[in-house]
């Protein structure tokens, strides 16, 4: 390194040689950023400013005292003035790892704690109410891309020479998912479609898109399962996150007091042990969700038909003077304040006439299973809204006394059997479990 100062004189240039400074930074080291900062003063200077210090100036192997070097000096050249040697890292960088993806800070106001873009990926969740894996995609990213997929293999023939999917449940998801997407456009968003296998679909939008993770509710079957495992791992190669949630049950997963795998075989030993839990608040739907990511310049999609899928329209007509039913999370919700305000009327009325009131008739039902199925309505929007509606002689509470309850212990008597049900699928939809569990028991019970 030349420290000889341009046009200085020659008769000095060999002094001036003897006290270079000479820097030695060991190789072992992590790179780091050096900085210089020098006054060049005149030669007889530059001997009396060296004249009590070494001539070589080594910097310490530790890196606690590396990343910032500075050498200073004033014209005066007091003789005060010395070297000074400033750190800017820790004592050991192997405390702070670096990270290729830079840390988000925890408060999710901050705008660089949110992720660039995300998938959101509907399943049986056709709704923007009470959607946890919508809402909080909405809130941790900056642009969020709602996707739903027909799955190719949920349609034709089964092994037993069965539709898969018949036309009227296929109708009806069709009318389900074409609400969803106006429900989204109301909101600032819309819903990309595409009929293809998820696993194939996802990878390929998230990297049109770059997104930085993909948030979806779990299911429950052997094959809904298997298809959330081959999207991890796909999604894992491409280092997308997948975020999973839970939200098709009333009671949510994460609360009940065992684990899923020690979950009881039979309906009475369940509804004991959950009865007294706790029932989480709805998520109210968001008026404004984030825009859709404009990377990419994604297609919407159309929305497939009966023949698209497979299936023939003509199978539909078979069955006349069957009651319409539409799919969507608005009949949904149309329905269940219907229900409500009829189930508060029968009560009503019951209770002038100081009858029974725990059963309306041989054909009573809250008849929202088809939406409930879907996901356009969840379980508990069900309770929170029954709880607005019926009338305080029905404090709603977990039922104790199975279907004789009266009101909305009614309706929670066919939820929690609903729960029971979806748990014990969840429990043996590994192949693991199916072969070492039990088969599960349950009397009787009927669906809501």
Known sequence: MDWKKKGANPEVEEEEEDNQIAITIPSSL?????SLVTFFPTSTQFLRLFSHHPNKVKIPT????????SLSSSSSLLPSTRFSFKSTISANPLHSPLSIVPRRPVDPSSAAALRRS??????????????????????????VLPVYCFDPRDYGKSSSGFDKTGPFRAQFLIESVSELRKSLQAR??????????????????????????????REVSHDEVKAEGKIETAMKEEGV???????????????????????????GAFKDKVQKLEIRKTIAAL????SLPSRGDVELGDIPSLLDLGISPTARTSQEGKPTMVGGETEALTR???????????????????GNNSVFGANFSCKISPWLAMGSISPRSMFDELKKTISASTTPTTPRNGSGDTGL????????????????????????????????????????
Request: glycine share 6%; proline share 3%; with cysteine.
């Open 30 to 34: 992590p790179i780091a950023s050096l």
């Open 62 to 69: 530790q890196a606690s005292s590396l990343t910032h070097l």
């Open 118 to 143: 995300s998938l959101v990926w509907f399943r049986n969740d056709l709704r923007v109410h009470d959607n946890e894996a919508l809402s909080s995609a909405n809130d941790e990213c900056v642009s």
């Open 188 to 217: 600032g968003s819309n819903l990309v479609v595409r009929v293809g296998k998820p696993e194939a679909v996802l990878v390929e939008l998230a990297k049109e898109i770059g997104a930085d993770a993909v948030y979806a509710h």
């Open 241 to 267: 996150e997948v975020k999973y949630f839970w939200g098709s049950t009333l009671y949510h997963l994460d609360d009940l007091p065992f684990k899923i795998e020690d979950l009881p075989s039979n309906y």
């Open 287 to 290: 008026d404004q969700f984030k």
């Open 336 to 354: 269940l304040k219907s229900f409500a305000a009829e189930c508060q009327a029968r009560l009503s009325k019951g209770n002038q006439k100081g």
């Open 409 to 448: 212990n009614w309706l929670m008597y066919e939820l929690l059997w609903r729960d029971f049900f979806r748990f014990i699928t969840k429990k043996y939809s590994s192949l693991k479990t199916q072969v070492e569990a039990g088969p599960a028991t349950a009397c009787t019970g009927a669906f809501a």
